[in-house]
């Protein structure tokens, strides 16, 4: 059981870890989603992305985060402007990569939390909730 | 709380108050119902625990609604929208890793 103020995801990616680590890491552009409908220009435009040699977290040329750990095809843990933090492990699994990504600290944050509306809120996600909690009452 | 939230008008209105606290007239209006409509939806937010209510003024115009930030169900609720957030995410991660590697071991 995970920490009450953390959540924690995991998923099976059909590559090595070495190679799931550099597309997480180097093509952050690529996959991550990054478009918030309402949101000023400025946050959709910078593409978030991580500084090895500085041990930043970058969207466009603003830090918003610091890495913790990088340990290349493991392990990531960088921590946001509000000392939340992003646990990334890369474990092979047979052929796959066992990814297992734990956000923690998020009691540091609430609901009405305005920053925690653009990073990771409400809005961005609203289309997706429906499905979601109908696939929990059901579960 | 899933009851509370199985509404699409009450998702909106805590979507809304996500941005910060309003008036029920601006509240209304930013749902996009009528503030009649909108005054049952309240009270079962209210209820459950997710929305609170101040009134200002003495006046009933001035009641202005807010997320409960310390209530126990609205924060995870939020925790479960971060967890869609972070699913959403790698599920995105997942189809890009494994169409790059197909194209890169042809």
Partial sequence: MSHPGSVRVTIFVDVDPAVAFEVFTEEMDAWYKDTIPGAPVRERRGMLRFDEAGRRVLRGDEEIGRIVVWQKGQRLVFVDRRETEVDVRFEPEGAQTRVTLEHRGLERLSPADGLSVVQYGWRRLAVHFEEYMMQKEES | ?106
């Fill in chain 2, 1 to 106: 709380m899933l009851g509370a939230l199985a509404d699409p008008t009450r998702r909106r209105v805590i979507e809304v108050l996500g941005a910060g606290p309003r008036r029920a007239g601006d509240l209304a209006h930013g749902v996009g119902v009528p503030a009649t409509a909108l005054s049952r939806h309240l009270q079962v937010l209210r209820s459950s625990g997710l929305v609170t209510v101040e009134t200002l003024d003495g006046d009933a115009r001035g009641r202005v609604y807010a997320l409960a930030p310390d209530s126990l169900v609205a924060v995870q609720a939020w925790l479960d929208q971060v967890q869609a957030f972070w699913s959403e995410q790698l599920g995105s991660f997942k189809r890009h890793a494994e169409r790059t590697r197909r194209s890169r071991t042809r």
